[in-house]
Structure formats: structure tokens, C-alpha cells
């Protein structure tokens, strides 16, 4: 447990703790340097349309989500594996890929984009903003699926023969499951976890030029980066973000609170085709669409020429915050395998790394350069590393608490017995379930790392070749024949490493009955 503590103390500390400490100390003596831009309260349509639209991008990805979650319900067998693992891949890609992609369908020539040429002027902008919040939710509906899921597992299967012995009809059943999930407070709490999620989105608002809180905040930072400027303009964000680091802290037991029903029943195939096809759609759609608007195939290959080495650049800043993904997988594994609930020190890592996945990215990437500044390692690659570590860390403590529920009552008990609950007793005993995992946490903090733009640009060193500075201004010229084919390639590489983290995790974390 010590040594846990100390690894999470040292990550944390130099991730998160330290850079918005430092933020909030400064901000007490050196005043803003944009003061026609910094104030305290925001404009009334800035509020406005910064609480329309994450609304509305969670309410079409709890749509979207809900018959997953079913889905879900099923977990035991080879098919409930498949489920999980389409419902997690997604994740691992980047929104934008998504948003460029149909963004694709606009471009001249096309039949679509052809016809918003003789529209009025504010159809082609509402089309972009529609293509935006659909991005979103399509990248979003698998958090959905794994939020509702232990909801769908709580409602008992004597509640389905009754629902099915009323009513043959699809349509009762689903409404009285919904209703279920409503009123335990399921649904909500997964709506409001997408809504945090979505308050500091940024990149395909941005690129919609849809004005909410988070996009103002990155104008105001592009041009004045100090950690005062991103507190003064964005603190309604910060205090989103610490409710909801708050809520996850205090309510992460609770997951898996209803394990698996012992009668829990395959969805049936109607669902899981639809599920089926939504994951593929969210993950294959972006390639496929990039790769029939290519209009000379060289471009694929051209793409590596031209951006080959920030591609590498990239994955080696990437592979330093994978090692932090990784330590913090067995931080959290350690801090949480000693006993049947989860300590303070657990909880309190928990709720900063939370906190720090809700702030909006250049955010963290303003409190990280301000706090570096002037130590001489300001232009290297370890702020931009830690920056993702405390972006993207939350995975790797979810997965390393998962991982010690995944271990059974029976086995603890057998472990303590046999003197093995220290440290190097539970490396003895659990080192191959555990691996896996750990290994896999850090891929996917070096996947979401590498595709990471909104810290990136704040934090990219001087002359870097980084691949994300080289996708925004692809994004946002447009270069729909680059960018095609850095989807093309991102999308593809980027799946199948996505699908082979998936599948270790959904493998090796599946909660067991305590």
C-alpha cells in the first residue's frame, strides 16, 4: 500500500497537484494580459449555447448507447466478450477522425456539397455544426454503454418474464427498462457523465466554429497562455469538473454494485446486430469514407514522406505518457487489492485524475507550460508527456481498481491466508492476469496521446515535428486529399491497436460476484 501511495503521490504530483497549485498561486499576483477577453462571466449566449450543446450531444449518445448497454447485459460467453470489446474499441479513436470524414460529404463535386453551394449561407455552418455534435455522440455512445451497464444487469430477470407475459410487444418491454433505468438513477448519471465529458470538447466545435465556453477559452489561450488567463476565463469549466471528479470518486464502488444477474439472458440478435453495426460504423465509417474520396491512392504513401517523422516525434512523447499509464494501472491495482473497499489515498488519486480528464485539454496544457516555465525543461517533451498523463490517467487507475474487483472473494481470502498480501506476494500470485492489463492501459494512454491535439498545441516544443500541430492545420484548411489519407493510415493503425487493447481488457476485467 506504501508503495502505491508513493507512486501515485510522485505521478500526481508532477501531473496534476503541482501544475494547478501553482496555477492558482500565481493567479493571485499576475493579472490577466487580455483584459478585453478575460472576464469572470461569461456572455449569455457563450453560457447558452455552452449547455445546448453538450445536452444535446449526450442526449443522442445515450440513444445510441442504451441497446449496447443491453447488450451488455449478457456478459458471460464468447458473445458478451465480442459485446464488450465492440463497445470499448471506439473509444480509442479520435472524435475529429469522425467529423472530417463526413465532412467529406461536403466537399465540392459531391452531390451534397453541391447542394449547400446554392443554400443560404447559414446551412452550410448549421450542417457543420450538425456534423460536429454527431461526431461526438458517435464517438461517445460507448462510454454510455459501459455507464449503463450495471444498471441493465440490476433489473432482475423475474422483472422481464413478468414484462414479457403482459406484453408481447418490443416497444413495452423497452420503455418499461428505460423507465427502470431512469428512476435508479442509471440513466442520468450516464447522460450527466457524457455532459461533463462534452463541456470541454473542443476540436470539432472548434472546427464548426460553434462559440461555446471551451472554444472561447482556447482563443483567449492562443493568444495568452498563462495559467491565470485559462483560470479567469474557464473557471464555470473547473467547477464542472470538480463536481463530477467528485461524484466518480465517491460513487466508483457502486459500479459494480449489481454484479451479473445469475438468469442474465442473450439480447437477441436484432440488438446485437445493432450494436454491431453502430461499432463498426464508429470505428471502420471514418476509414472507409477517407479511403472512396482519395482521389490518387499515392496520397497514402505520400503521407508518410510528408509526416512521417512528427508521426514518430508523436509516438515517442506517446510512449512516455504510456509508461506513466502504465504505473498508474499498477498504483491503482496495488492501492486496491489490499481490501474489499477502497481507501482515501485511492479515492482522493481517483478524484484528481477525474478532475483533470473533465478540464478541457488546453486547459491542462496552460496549467502544465506554466508550471514548467522557466526550469529548462520547458522545451523538452516532458510537459507535453505529463500533460497526456493527466488528460488520459484515468484509464489506467480504472483499469488497475478494475482489475482488483476482478479478483474473487474465495481467491483474496486464499491469498491473505497464505501470507501473500504484500506487495511482492500479490506480484507473485496475480502477475499474469495482471500484465496484461497494465500493458494495455498504457497503449491506450499512447493511442489517445498521439492523437491528442488540444495540450499538444499549447505544449509542443520549438521545431518539434508533432503530429498534432500538422492535423489542426489540415483540419482546418481543409485539405481534404491530406487528410483523407491521415485518416486512411491514423484509422487504420490506430484500430487495430484499439482493438487489441479492447480485448485484453474486456478480457481480464470483468467483475466477478464478491
Do not use: K
Not at 15 to 29: D, I, N, Q
Not at 122 to 132: K, Q
Not at 282 to 306: D, K, T, Y
Not at 325 to 339: I, K, P, Q, V, Y
Amino acid at each position: 500500500m506504501i508503495a502505491a501511495i508513493a507512486i501515485m503521490i510522485a505521478l500526481l504530483g508532477a501531473a496534476v497537484v503541482w501544475p494547478f497549485s501553482l496555477a492558482l498561486l500565481r493567479s493571485w499576483t499576475s493579472p490577466g494580459s487580455l483584459s478585453d477577453q478575460v472576464v469572470w462571466w461569461p456572455r449569455a449566449e457563450l453560457i447558452a449555447r455552452t449547455l445546448a450543446y453538450p445536452a444535446g450531444i449526450a442526449s443522442l449518445a445515450v440513444a445510441l448507447g442504451l441497446p449496447a448497454a443491453w447488450a451488455m447485459r449478457a456478459s458471460p460467453g464468447a458473445r458478451g466478450h465480442w459485446v464488450q470489446v465492440a463497445c470499448l474499441a471506439p473509444v480509442f479513436l479520435p472524435s475529429y477522425l469522425s467529423y472530417s470524414a463526413l465532412n467529406l460529404a461536403r466537399s465540392p463535386g459531391n452531390v451534397f456539397g453541391d447542394l449547400l453551394e446554392s443554400a443560404p449561407d447559414w446551412v452550410p455552418m448549421l450542417t457543420g455544426r450538425i456534423i460536429a455534435g454527431a461526431s461526438l455522440s458517435i464517438w461517445a455512445w460507448p462510454l454510455v454503454a459501459w455507464l449503463l451497464a450495471p444498471g441493465c444487469r440490476s433489473i432482475p430477470g423475474s422483472v422481464l418474464d413478468a414484462a414479457l407475459l403482459e406484453s408481447p410487444s418490443r416497444f413495452a418491454r423497452a420503455r418499461l427498462v428505460v423507465g427502470m433505468l431512469w428512476r435508479a438513477g442509471s440513466l442520468g448519471r450516464a447522460w450527466l457523465g457524457v455532459y461533463l465529458l462534452m463541456l470541454g470538447s473542443a476540436v470539432p466545435l472548434h472546427l464548426a466554429q460553434v462559440d461555446t465556453l471551451a472554444i472561447h477559452l482556447w482563443r483567449v489561450l492562443d493568444l495568452a497562455p498563462e495559467p491565470v488567463n485559462a483560470l479567469i476565463a474557464g473557471w464555470p469549466l473547473v467547477l464542472a469538473a470538480g463536481a463530477g471528479a467528485w461524484a466518480l470518486s465517491c460513487r466508483f464502488e457502486r459500479t459494480w454494485e449489481h454484479e451479473d444477474a445469475a438468469d442474465a439472458r442473450s439480447p437477441g440478435s436484432p440488438v446485437l446486430a445493432a450494436v454491431g453495426s453502430l461499432a463498426v460504423l464508429s470505428a471502420l465509417m471514418p476509414i472507409a469514407l477517407s479511403a472512396a474520396s482519395l482521389r490518387r491512392w499515392e496520397s497514402v504513401g505520400a503521407f508518410w514522406v510528408l509526416l512521417g517523422p512528427a508521426v514518430w516525434g508523436s509516438v515517442r512523447t506517446a510512449a512516455l505518457a504510456g509508461l506513466g499509464g502504465t504505473m498508474l494501472c499498477a498504483a491503482f491495482w496495488f492501492g486496491s487489492a489490499g481490501s474489499e473497499r477502497v481507501s482515501w489515498a485511492v479515492r482522493a488519486g481517483l478524484g484528481m485524475l477525474a478532475f483533470a480528464a473533465l478540464l478541457p485539454g488546453v486547459m491542462i496544457g496552460s496549467f502544465t507550460l506554466g508550471a514548467w516555465r522557466g526550469s529548462g525543461y520547458e522545451d523538452s517533451v516532458l510537459p507535453l508527456a505529463l500533460a497526456h498523463v493527466a488528460r488520459f490517467g484515468l484509464i489506467g487507475a480504472l483499469s488497475g481498481m478494475a482489475l482488483s474487483r476482478a479478483e474473487s472473494r474465495a481467491q483474496r481470502e486464499l491469498r491473505r491466508a497464505e501470507g501473500a498480501d504484500t506487495l511482492s506476494g500479490l506480484l507473485r500470485t496475480s502477475w499474469r492476469a495482471a500484465l496484461p492489463v497494465m500493458l494495455a492501459a498504457g497503449m491506450a494512454t499512447v493511442l489517445l496521446s498521439v492523437q491528442e491535439i488540444e495540450a499538444a498545441v499549447m505544449l509542443q516544443p520549438p521545431g518539434a515535428p508533432l503530429l498534432a500541430q500538422r492535423l489542426l492545420e489540415q483540419l482546418h484548411f481543409a485539405r481534404d486529399e491530406e487528410l483523407a489519407a491521415a485518416t486512411v493510415n491514423l484509422g487504420s493503425l490506430g484500430f487495430v491497436v484499439a482493438l487489441a487493447v479492447a480485448i485484453v481488457l474486456a478480457r481480464f476485467l470483468r467483475p466477478v460476484r464478491r
